[in-house]
């Protein structure tokens, strides 16, 4: 019995010190730069989509249900058209998901039994490292997907400058409100995946 | 004179409200660290703002590789890691105009406990029980700073944790075992 109890002090002795090896301290760090991400004023203020007129003249009007393509507000700046929908990264050696946090939805929280969902398939989006008339292009737009888009992973240019243009296609027969979701962009680096 | 004054004040609010871009710095891009079973390591997150915005960030960490399938004398399931062991504050604000010189350092702690709670997914239910660290060989996780309101931008710090094997918690519980049996058989062959 006190071999026992002798064996059972000096195993608690052994598991106190463990204890003491549990204090905090730092190891084995590589520590591999910083980097970040501006995004345009506009683009931050959100996309607000309009009607053909609306899109010249860089003013929101409500959309009429059955039309598609319809334009970002700033898809086209009407000075110079180029849009004003734009990321910049500090290294060349990222890249941007983007996507959206749920489909268009008349309540905000897409709850509700009198909520409408314009899905989000009905958005699309292109980027392009040019800024012009024809960059980025309508042709090479993509459908927004829910969540962030890994198959459609977008690279800054030399410069580190990402310029988007959005559109949606409003479905017939969809009542007139207000829809909206959460649109989101993540950075990663080049062949991580965006969560 | 006065109008014409009062007309370019305003031109210049003006302006200014129109460059008022936003974003957010992070470092490390990545962090690579190697703890045993029980052991904590403190790590200091940069966060910087060089836009003309003050942004609110918030913080949040995604384990990569803490869903895995489990399969053990034919059973077969999902486990799930608890993620409890990184602590950092939900919001914070980072101010604008800052470099990654003058950024805020967000205190992250990444402690490998020597029990992980796990929850195995077995056909539709859960089962929670306590598993061993030397079964885990690496954590992936990634920091991932968003900010925005109508639109959300988010920036990712990766931090790798890879898990040393320490048996010798396993030795101490088989060693209390064994003694308590021990003293269980004298005991019956004293009586």
Redesign the interface.
């Known amino acids: 019995m006190k071999k026992l109890a002798l064996a059972l002090i000096i195993l608690f002795f052994f598991l106190g010190i463990k204890e003491t090896k549990t204090d905090t301290y730092p190891m084995n760090v590589s520590i591999a730069g910083y980097y970040y991400i501006i995004i345009s004023d506009r683009l931050a203020e959100g996309i607000w989509f309009t009607n053909s007129t609306g899109a010249k003249e860089n003013v929101m009007y409500p959309l009429i249900a059955g039309t598609f393509s319809n334009n970002a507000t700033f898809n086209y700046n009407k000075t110079n058209q180029k849009t004003e929908y734009w990321a910049y990264v500090s290294s060349s050696n990222l890249e941007i998901c983007n996507g959206a946090k749920y489909n268009l939805c008349s309540n905000l929280t897409c709850i509700g039994y009198d909520n409408f969902e314009i899905l989000i398939g009905n958005v699309s989006w292109s980027a392009s490292g040019l800024n012009d008339e024809q960059n980025p292009s309508l042709s090479n737009s993509i459908r927004m997907v829910l969540g962030y888009d890994n198959e459609n992973k977008t690279k800054p240019n030399s410069e580190g400058y990402v310029y988007f243009r959005y559109w949606l296609d409003v479905p017939p027969g969809f009542p007139a409100y207000n829809y909206s979701t959460i649109y989101q962009i993540q950075i990663v680096q080049e062949g991580g995946s965006c969560v | 004179m006065f109008k014409k004054i009062l007309a370019l004040i305003l031109t210049l609010i003006f302006l200014k ?19 045993k079973a ?6 200091y997150l ?1 966060l ?4 003309d ?1 003050d942004v609110n960030v918030s913080l949040k960490v ?1 384990c ?1 590789n803490c869903l895995r399938n489990f399969s053990f004398l034919g059973f077969s399931g999902k486990v799930n890691y608890t993620q409890n062991f990184v602590e950092l504050p939900s919001e914070i604000t980072v101010e604008k105009n800052t470099s ?1 010189l003058e950024g805020k350092f967000v205190e992250v ?1 990444v402690k490998v406990p020597y029990f992980f709670e796990e929850n195995l997914i077995f056909d539709n239910k859960n089962i929670a029980w306590l598993g061993l660290a030397p079964e885990i060989k690496e954590l992936k996780f ?1 920091i ?1 700073a ?1 900010s ?1 309101e ?7 710090s ?1 931090l790798n944790v890879k898990v040393e094997s320490d048996y ?2 396993l030795l ?1 519980i088989f ?2 075992i064994f ?1 308590i049996a ?2 269980f058989i ?1 005991k019956l062959r004293s009586s």
């Open positions: 409200e129109a460059i008022a871009t936003r974003g957010i710095g992070i470092g490390p891009i990545e962090n690579n660290v190697t703890l029980g052991e904590e390591h403190i790590f940069l910087f703002n060089p836009s915005t995604y990569l990654h702690r990634k991932i968003s925005g109508k639109m959300q931008f988010s920036i990712v990766d010798s918690i101490i060693g209390i003694l021990l003293f004298k």
